[in-house]
Structures are given as structure tokens and as C-alpha cells.
């Protein structure tokens, strides 16, 4: 993504710092004020810096908005291998798997919903980058869910549904923040979640083992 977001900078460490600051000032301001109304120096004051050194790592607003979007879909990216490394169970991979995607949306929750809000004020080719990252996150999914069909713990589903079905509950956590915060914790969500979407889906080797977990 790096070569999309063009750089006067050259040294990889230095972007990626900046940037970071860059990206994070914009997430909270966006969120606030909405992406239209925030303007780069809006951006610049609460980064604490200034106007002249954000362009020297982006060209424009939209650049800052593409990067905090893709920032979001990098966190499951890196965050679900991350937390099944090593796990060989089925069924629990599947659950740790569910459980870090739900805890990067609780994590980012302004993140999570600008990119719902603002994916669409991006050029349609990087919503098509966008896109093809979403794709590439539901795989990481999609393989917990097909392990677990192969394993005889779940029955026969229809993989890209249920797929979607676990993508729109972790990130319901952080759309519907206002109503799920002042009920639960994260964990109780998922684990109420859980419980919701694998009953229909476990075989009776799947309950035993759900039951273990």
C-alpha cells in the first residue's frame, strides 16, 4: 500500500512513524467532524505538526483517509495469525480467531466506523483495494470455519454466509458501541455471540467439545 501513498520520505521507519501520528489525529477528528469538514490543518494542530511536514507524507486528505482505512483491515491481518499461531484444536482456533477480530473493533471502534462511514468518499480504485484486503481478512476466517467442517465439529455450512455472519458481529461490537458498552463486556459479547451462532452449526462432537472450551 505504500506505493499507492506516495512519500517525499524515503526512510521506511521515519513513514512510519509520521504517519502513525498522522493517521491517528485524523481517525479522532474524523470521527468527531466528520471526514468533509476536517481539513489537513485541523489534522496538523492536533498531530502537533505542522501543515508542511504532513504533505511530506501524503498529497492530499483522501491519502490520510485511504491509510487510516487500510490501517483497520492490516489489524486483523496481523492480529488473528498472531493469536491461532500454534493452536491446533478446531474448534478453539476458530473461537481465538472470532475473539482477536472482535477485540481489534473494540480497540478501534472510531476506526471501525469511519471505515464503514467513509470507504465510499475514496476513488474506486482504492475501494476496490479496500475491497480485496476485506476479502483477504474473511479467508483467515473462512479456513477456521472449513477446518472445523473437515474436523466433523461442525456441520456442512455454507462457508462464505457464515463467514460474513462472524464479520458483521465483530463489527457490531464497535457500530453499536452506545448500546453493547453499557451492557457487556467484550469478552461477554463474544462469548454470548459464540454461543448464539455455533449452536445451529455444532455437531453432537462439536457441543462435547464446545462444552470443554
Same mark, same amino acid.
Given at each position: ?33 466528520? +471526514? ?9 494542530? &492536533? ?7 504532513? !504533505?511530506?507524507? $501524503? %498529497?492530499?486528505?483522501? /491519502?490520510?483517509? @485511504? ?7 492490516? %489489524? ?6 498472531? *493469536? ?12 481465538? *480467531?472470532?475473539?482477536? +477480530?472482535? $477485540? $481489534? ?5 472510531? *476506526?471501525?466506523?469511519?471505515? !464503514? &462511514? ?28 472449513? /477446518? ?15 463467514? !460474513? ?13 452506545? &448500546? @453493547? &458498552?453499557?451492557?457487556?463486556?467484550? /469478552?461477554? !459479547?463474544? /462469548? ?18 464446545? *462444552?470443554?472450551?
Amino acid at each position: 500500500m505504500s506505493m499507492i501513498v506516495k512519500s517525499k520520505v524515503e526512510v521506511p521507519e521515519l513513514i512510519e512513524k509520521r504517519r502513525g501520528q498522522i493517521i491517528k489525529a485524523a481517525i479522532e477528528l474524523f470521527g468527531k467532524h466528520g +471526514y468533509h469538514v476536517t481539513t489537513i490543518r485541523d489534522i496538523a494542530k &492536533r498531530a502537533n505538526v505542522s501543515i508542511g511536514l504532513i !504533505y511530506q507524507y $501524503v %498529497s492530499d486528505k483522501e /491519502d490520510v483517509l @485511504f491509510l487510516a482505512i487500510v490501517e483497520v483491515l492490516d %489489524s486483523y491481518a496481523r492480529s488473528i495469525p498472531e *493469536a491461532i499461531d500454534g493452536i491446533d484444536d478446531p474448534l478453539k482456533r476458530f473461537c481465538t *480467531a472470532v475473539r482477536a +477480530y472482535c $477485540v $481489534v473493533n473494540g480497540e478501534r471502534v472510531d *476506526a471501525t466506523v469511519l471505515t !464503514y &462511514r467513509e470507504t465510499k468518499s475514496l476513488r474506486k480504485n482504492r475501494r476496490n483495494l479496500i475491497k480485496e484486503k476485506e476479502v483477504e481478512t474473511n479467508k483467515l476466517i473462512a479456513a477456521c470455519i472449513q /477446518d472445523c467442517v473437515k474436523a466433523g465439529l461442525f456441520e456442512p455450512v455454507d462457508i462464505e454466509l457464515f463467514t !460474513y455472519q462472524i464479520v458483521m458481529f465483530s463489527h457490531a461490537w464497535a457500530l453499536k458501541a452506545w &448500546r @453493547f &458498552r453499557n451492557l457487556m463486556s467484550l /469478552d461477554d !459479547y463474544v /462469548d454470548r455471540g459464540l454461543n448464539l451462532m455455533l449452536n445451529p452449526v455444532l455437531t453432537a462432537q462439536g457441543k462435547r467439545a464446545f *462444552a470443554r472450551l
